[in-house]
């Protein structure tokens, strides 16, 4: 590994500050971060420890919930509001990972995790756009079966990663920031970006913006909520293809539904479609199967990857009939 | 390992090359010294180029080595490229030769990849004080400021000798931290790039954490953080401020092994073994965490430990046990 600086700012404004510096980087729990020094892909000059300024709490109100950047994973996937009260979120954390990354993993750092698109982590590849913008994709050509059927472009194919974020998505998470101007809020669908031709950009933070909370809102649907993967194995694996999902019924019919799909897409990814068509029916397998069938509409495939589009429609219905259960 | 290169018209790698090459060199776990005409480049798959001009004595040196081959170099055109491997002991274990008509820096990855094969037994990535120091009186011949690019590595062992060499490469970014493990302090001045793993193993001596993958994948580093497991590869040392490591080494009491312990040998939980650290701890803080409520729960919050021996049944059979005994206590010490 080279060597690197490494700061410990003494206030959010001076992380923030720190962080818009030349090869800066941020670093909460370093599960990813240590990762990807080791591999020789991130090379900073610094990294800048954001532990001593950010907040692990993890608090819920009749309106939500409101979790501290440094929430570490473990703790928001056991905690007992957490659990009754946004299900798909539990399970999405419990599901990533193994449990002494998660002991270390922060909510901010999930959020802002990497791809592990293999040839991104070798840095004896040439082609790459996110690591070395205009260079090309060694996956476009190369073996894709881990790369995504949505939302990838020319220029990048690369999955987003994480199984939290797709639940956030489900769920209609607000991440509140802050950069030098004071804080703002972002809707986690505007969080992540699409590869587009800046693979190399990844979410909507500006150079030196920093997460410092995310706020989930209590709805009619967050408590019937679910998180389904399926893996190459049964425990600590990445997905394959996932799906967050979540029921508001009036009745016996659907009033409300969300359905987020992980594991196939180059963001966390909101199957419009499939939530369309699950309205005004009934909560039954043949809903489920019927609109399910919509889920990887528009998906572009490698002879590699053509199968995450059965995987995803499968994984939709068994969540939906875990929400609905 | 030093991969010696003699390339007389050779200007500069090139970026992809250069990057292709450090991949080579990381297997390896060798540096590169590349001997030109006029100049002389060195590095480390994890530093950057140093470049140096080429100096009288660098180049006799070079000749000696592959001389002792039986390889002439000086009656070489300028055409050839030479590449060693110079292994631990100083001496030259492999060459290749090539004509540079294409790309010459092609032929150099080439020949560096060839090299990578050869090697019978690959070093570890990062090398140890020990080599250092044999390379350091090897190369004595060399400048200064080439042997400085080489010599940057991973965190040493405090051996005596370490110092001479890290007073050639100072350390900038070094610093004070005192580490709290199994209850007893330890002051150490490290890099920030050490992480938890490697000031136990290579820096305290305490070697019963081990480290398999270096990336979080297998568990074999598991420590408790404050009573939690973590993966001790994944925790930057500068990190870890005033909270409690314990490790394999904290468990046992005087007299006694932990009765995780007592259950793995009961059980036959091993095979070759070097899992075990990683599981035994793991399995304590799965048993603080009070949710080995079942086989199956078992399995599922132990999946961050791999066992390439598959001793995963008997592995379940003594968590079971320990935790019927009530084995989930940290040794009074270390709580
Ligand atoms: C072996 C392994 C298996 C894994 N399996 C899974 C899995 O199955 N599912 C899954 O979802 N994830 C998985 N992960 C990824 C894991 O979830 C992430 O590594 C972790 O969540 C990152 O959090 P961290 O706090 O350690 O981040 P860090 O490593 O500290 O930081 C990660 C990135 O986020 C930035 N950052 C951190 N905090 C902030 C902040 N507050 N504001 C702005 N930027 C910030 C850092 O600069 C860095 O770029 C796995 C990781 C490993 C190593
Ligand atoms: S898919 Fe994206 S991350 Fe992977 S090689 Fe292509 S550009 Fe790089
Ligand atoms: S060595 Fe740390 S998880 Fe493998
Ligand atoms: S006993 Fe050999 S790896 Fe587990």
Redesign the interface.
């Known amino acids: 590994m080279r060597d690197f600086d490494y700061v410990v700012p003494k206030s959010l404004d001076e992380a923030v500050a720190r962080g818009k510096q030349a090869e800066h980087r941020f670093i909460a729990g370093g599960t990813l971060l240590v990762d990807l020094l080791r591999l020789d892909v991130e090379r900073p000059a610094a990294l800048v420890d954001l532990n001593a300024v950010l907040s692990e709490r993890i608090s819920w109100a009749p309106n939500g919930l409101t979790a501290g950047a440094l929430a570490r994973n473990s703790d928001l996937a056991d905690h007992p509001d957490v659990r009754r009260e946004l299900p798909a979120l539990s399970q999405a954390l419990e599901s990533g990972a193994s449990p002494q990354i998660r002991n270390l993993a922060s909510l901010g750092g999930n959020l802002m995790q990497r791809t592990r698109c293999a040839y991104f982590r070798d840095p004896g590849v040439a082609e790459c756009n996110k690591r070395r913008p205009g260079s090309g994709c060694a996956a476009l050509e190369g073996y894709s079966r881990m790369h995504a059927v949505l939302g990838g472009s020319r220029a990048c194919i690369a999955v987003h990663p994480s199984d939290m974020s797709v639940a956030l998505l489900a769920l209609d998470a607000i991440v509140r920031t802050r950069r030098s101007q004071g804080g703002r809020e972002i809707a986690i669908a505007d969080f992540h970006a699409l590869p587009g031709e800046t693979p190399q950009v990844e979410t909507a933070l500006e150079p030196g913006e920093i997460v410092t909370e995310v706020f989930v809102p209590a709805s009619g649907f967050s408590r019937r909520s679910a998180y389904v993967k399926v893996r190459d194995r049964a425990a600590f694996a990445f997905a394959l293809a996932s799906a967050a999902v979540a029921l508001e019924l009036s009745g016996e019919k659907i009033a409300t539904a969300r359905v987020a799909l992980g594991g196939v897409a180059t963001k966390p990814w909101r199957a419009l479609e499939v939530e369309a068509a699950l309205l005004g029916r009934p909560p039954t397998r043949e809903t489920f199967e019927a609109a399910a069938k919509l889920a990887a509409n528009g998906a572009r495939t490698t002879p590699h990857n053509q199968f995450k589009v059965e995987l995803a429609r499968r994984v939709v219905v068994r969540a939906l009939e875990r929400a609905a259960a | 390992m030093l991969v010696v290169a003699l390339a007389p018209n050779f200007d500069d790698p090139g970026e992809?090359v250069l990057?292709?090459l450090?991949?080579?060199l990381?297997c390896l776990g060798a540096a590169l010294l590349l001997i030109g005409t006029d100049h002389s480049f060195c590095f480390r798959?994890?530093?950057e180029l140093v470049e140096e001009p080429s100096t009288d004595e660098l180049r006799l040196w070079a000749a000696q080595l592959f001389r002792a081959q039986g390889v002439e170099s000086e009656a070489l055109t300028p055409e050839t490229l030479l590449l060693g491997l110079l292994d631990d002991g100083g001496s030259l274990r492999w060459h290749t030769r090539r004509e540079l008509d294409g790309d010459p820096s092609l032929a150099l990855l080439e020949a560096a990849r060839l090299a990578a094969k050869s090697a019978l037994a690959p070093a570890p990535i990062g090398v140890l004080s020990r080599r250092e120091v044999v390379l350091t009186s090897l190369i004595g011949a060399l400048s200064l400021v080439l042997l400085e690019g080489c010599k940057?590595s991973?965190p040493q062992r405090p051996a005596p000798s370490a110092s001479a060499v890290s007073s050639l490469a100072p350390?900038?970014?070094e610093?004070e931290v005192t580490l709290n493990v199994n209850d007893k302090d330890y002051r150490l001045s490290i890099?920030?790039?050490v992480?938890v793993l490697d000031a136990l193993r290579e820096r305290l001596g305490l070697t019963g954490t081990k480290k398999g993958c270096?990336?979080?994948q297998c568990?074999a580093c598991?420590v408790l953080?404050d009573g939690?497991?973590?993966?001790a590869?994944?925790?930057?040392a500068?990190?870890v401020g005033k909270r409690k490591l314990t490790t394999i080494e904290g468990l046992a009491g005087p007299a006694e092994l932990h009765p995780l312990q007592e259950a793995f040998v009961a059980h036959d939980a091993l095979q070759c073994g070097y899992c075990t650290p990683g599981q035994i701890v793991?399995a304590l803080?799965?048993l603080r965490?009070k949710r080995a409520t079942s086989a199956e729960a078992i399995?599922?919050?132990m999946?961050?430990?791999l066992c390439r021996c598959g001793a995963y049944p008997n592995i379940v059979k003594a968590i079971e046990a320990a935790r019927d005994a009530g084995g989930d206590a940290l040794p009074a010490r270390a709580t």
């Open positions: 992809e990057e292709a450090r991949a080579e990381r798959p994890d530093d940057r991973e350390a900038p970014f610093r890099e920030p790039r992480s270096d990336h979080g568990g598991t953080l939690r497991r973590v993966n590869c994944l925790l930057l500068v990190m793991s803080g799965l965490e399995r599922e919050h999946s961050g430990n």
